[in-house]
């Protein structure tokens, strides 16, 4: 089972992969740090100094401005898989399929939760990139 999430965002597709990929940028959207430059095969530790929380991903699959692939683990292996569509010279969607979720009681607040996430992550990458804000993330709270 996955969760499809999507987002337009008014920059070329490159400048969107980077800030994904570059671990001087992610800190603007999304966790507050990033172990090293995202590439195939590595396993990039994430931080979040706010929750006071890390995790590792292991990334499975790069292809430069086009699309980022990689597994974490939260109770069961999921493999998320980011795409970048140019669709013209200053825009492109973004698109996060996460896969992996396994029927349950609690299925669907799992899912809401996960989509609630994603769709947080993507409005701080617009914001970011479109108006240079950078004081949107970690501001969700969840109880």
């Known amino acids: 089972m996955n969760n499809l999430t999507k987002m337009k965002i008014e920059k070329p597709a490159h400048e969107v992969f980077e800030a994904f990929v570059d671990p001087a940028k992610i800190g603007n959207f999304w966790f507050t740090s990033s172990s090293e430059r995202w590439e195939a095969g590595k396993t990039i530790k994430l931080r979040y100094e706010e929750y006071n929380a890390e995790g590792e991903i292991t990334v499975k699959e ?82």
Request: proline letters at 1%; aromatic letters at 10%.
């Open 62 to 143: 790069i292809v430069k401005d086009q699309k980022i692939a990689f597994e974490w683990d939260y109770g069961n292996v999921h493999l998320v898989t980011i795409t970048f569509t140019q669709t013209d010279g200053m825009s492109t969607i973004v698109e996060v399929n996460e896969e992996g979720f396994i029927e349950s009681d609690n299925l669907i607040p799992l899912l809401v939760d996960n989509k609630e996430g994603w769709v947080y992550m993507l409005t701080c990458l617009k914001g970011y990139l479109e108006h240079g804000i950078t004081t949107l993330r970690a501001a969700l709270v969840h109880e």
